[in-house]
């Protein structure tokens, strides 16, 4: 048992306690119900990437003629790689940039301006605030694809459709971030640490960036993950904004290419799949090491405040 | 302004700083809001009142169509069109039919296997919890990719296997199986996301809890039931609040499914038919009603669940 509790320091004691006294045996009949259960779904949720794995070793031929969830005796991962990174003059390589642009800086500018927003609407009294807590709960409520028709409208009135800004910009409001990090700030920054603070004679802004964020850090690398990954995986307002193909994210241009598979350009599927492992490389990685943090913050969303 | 500052009470009784920190206090909040305020205001309020603005014009072209189109004030003429199109009422019942099995699956999915993660019974828990989660690192629009290629009958191993079998092959992309082959992705992306929500929700729960309900002989599944559920009541409202706005606005799987099934049209959905109808027909005015009626839909559905579960659980 010391393998798991090690996993999850915040239940270790608890874990403990209550595996000495009711599970005795090691292998309960519930327990190897639960085990088979979850072992089950376990295959559900891998066999795409397995899928995806030995596909991405294939050429065209070998896709479509041979089993998909076993590999071929042609091994073609290296030359599928190579032509993903150089059709096109390399366009591919240009999305995953797009990509990385729009989803870090978005969520690095967002996070810092939900997390101030978030600790104004949760520290001060003031007038309005209500109604702009109300706002951002609601905002939460509709859609963000109803708002990328008429944005679309809007950005081509200033002629800032189908440039970096029109993905970039909408992209930085979360309103979640800001209910998240309201809910966080009101709990975990204590009115006693500020008012100290102030007494120093410290400004409210360095009141701000030196105590309140410390205090904060759990909850904005929560929100900058889910911001991170919203902006990455988002396909419909980048879909709607931009026409060059030189500014598209991952999602559209591979959408783009499964549009024009078929016929001579059969090709083209074993670049999807390849392209497709290649840019769940970095997301799979970013959630293996942060899964740990983020599990702190993520409890503060659920607590209404 | 009527600023309120607790640390006023307990400053000494001076008679300059006082007013001083008043006024540069009752500046900041508003300060810190801005940047957002600011942003949030130009790509959420101002979309919306535009959106309901394009909505009540109309583009038309005389006789036989040629020569420029005018934009005409149309009232609310749009939105009667909306509630008589019978496109509309299709593509909404339809992801309400979906909404209906797949949030409940998925979210039950969710909620057993984290509580199954919390329990005693399971080891190896940060492999599957890992195993669970990792679909999340997948977009949207690539897993319906991904899924489709597993449902296309020319490249599904998944078909492959059944027909090698002498079982037939299946046809996940017929008219009566489409709509739960999306549900199937949908449920394969999101089920991992909402089982970490409630698991640090479950994680969060302190132990004097357990420890009580021990001793007054309560465990196993009935700890699950009465004190565990009850417990992270709130973060299953929160997913349930999340899948509720995801599905009214499905969107990439339909489309991605279209180029492989016949039996995914325009309007399959009411957020695709929005995006034709302005894409595809250029028509942006009926689009923009579209759109507010489906923001008002979505609104309605998630606010009105949100005040039944807080009045019936006290969430």
């Not at chain 1, 800086?105 to 807590?133: E, N, P, S």
């Not at chain 1, 002629?159 to 909408?170: C, D, E, H, R, S």
């Not at chain 2, 700890?223 to 599905?247: D, E, N, Q």
């Amino acid at each position: 048992m010391s393998q798991q509790t090690a996993t999850v320091p915040v239940a270790t004691t608890r874990e403990a306690v209550t595996t000495r006294q009711r599970r005795p045996s090691p292998f309960s009949l519930e327990q190897v119900g639960a085990m088979t259960f979850l072992l089950v779904f376990v295959i559900y949720f891998l066999v795409p990437f397995f899928w995806l794995i030995v596909s991405s070793t294939k050429n065209a031929g070998d896709l479509f003629g041979t089993f998909g969830l076993w590999f071929s005796p042609n091994f073609n991962l290296w030359s599928n790689l190579q032509q993903l990174f150089t059709y096109n003059s390399g366009i591919y390589v240009r999305w995953l940039l797009n990509t990385l642009i729009y989803a870090g800086v978005g969520a690095l500018l967002g996070t810092l301006l939900a997390a101030m927003a978030g600790y104004a609407l949760a520290k001060y009294v003031f007038r309005g605030r209500d109604l702009i807590f109300s706002a951002v709960l609601g905002a939460i409520l509709v859609p963000s694809t109803a708002l990328a028709l008429p944005l679309y409208l809007l950005m081509s009135k200033v002629g800032l459709t189908n440039t970096y800004w029109a993905v970039l910009l909408p992209s930085i409001v979360s309103p979640f971030g800001v209910y998240l990090s309201r809910i966080y700030a009101g709990a975990s920054v204590p009115d006693e640490l500020l008012e100290a603070a102030r007494i120093d004679g410290a400004g409210e802004f360095r009141t701000f960036a030196t105590v309140a964020m410390r205090l904060m850090v759990p909850a904005l690398v929560t929100i900058l993950l889910f911001q991170f990954v919203a902006i990455w995986n988002n396909y419909f307002l980048p879909l709607v904004m931009l026409s060059d193909q030189k500014l598209f994210p991952i999602t559209v241009g591979l959408q783009t290419w499964n549009v024009t598979t078929g016929g001579a350009n059969k090709f083209l599927y074993t670049l999807i799949i390849a392209g497709a492992l290649v840019s769940s490389i970095p997301l799979l990685f970013g959630c293996i090491i942060l899964q740990r943090f983020w599990r702190g913050g993520l409890g503060a969303g659920s607590v209404k405040g | 302004m009527d600023v309120k500052i607790t640390s006023l009470d307990h400053a000494p009784p001076r008679t300059q700083r006082p007013s001083r920190t008043l006024r540069r206090v009752s500046f900041a909040p508003y300060l810190f809001i801005l940047p957002f305020g600011v942003l949030f205001l130009l790509f959420f309020i101002v979309p919306i009142i535009y959106a309901i603005y394009q909505s009540l014009f109309r583009s038309e072209r005389n006789g036989l169509g040629l020569g420029a189109a005018t934009v005409n004030f149309n009232g609310l003429g749009n939105y009667v069109d909306v509630f008589h199109d019978p496109n509309f009422y299709a593509g909404v019942g339809r992801v309400l039919l979906y909404g209906i099995v797949q949030v409940p699956v998925m979210l039950g999915l969710s909620l057993l296997f984290a509580l199954l993660l919390d329990s005693t019974v399971v080891r190896f828990k940060a492999f599957f919890r890992l195993a669970f989660f990792v679909p999340y690192a997948i977009p949207g629009i690539i897993a319906a990719l991904l899924w489709g290629y597993l449902y296309d009958p020319s490249l599904s191993p998944i078909v492959k296997g059944f027909s090698s079998l002498g079982l037939g092959s299946p046809d996940f992309l017929g008219p009566q199986t489409v709509l739960w082959a999306i549900a199937n992705i949908a449920t394969w992306t999101w089920t991992g996301y909402n089982m970490l929500i409630i698991f640090a929700a479950l994680q969060a729960i302190p132990g004097e809890i357990y420890e009580s309900a021990r001793i007054d002989g309560c465990s196993g599944w009935r700890v699950a039931w009465h004190i565990k559920i009850p417990l992270v009541a709130p973060a299953l409202v929160l997913t349930c609040i999340f899948s509720i706005v995801g599905t009214l606005q499905l969107f990439a799987e339909p489309q991605v499914l279209s180029a492989i099934s016949n039996n995914i049209n325009s309007s399959y959905t009411p957020n695709f038919y929005a995006y034709y109808t302005a894409f595809g027909n250029n028509n942006y005015y009926y689009a923009a009603a579209l759109s507010v009626v489906l923001a008002l839909v979505t609104f309605v559905f998630s606010f009105g669940f949100l005040r039944v579960t807080q009045r019936q659980a006290g969430v």
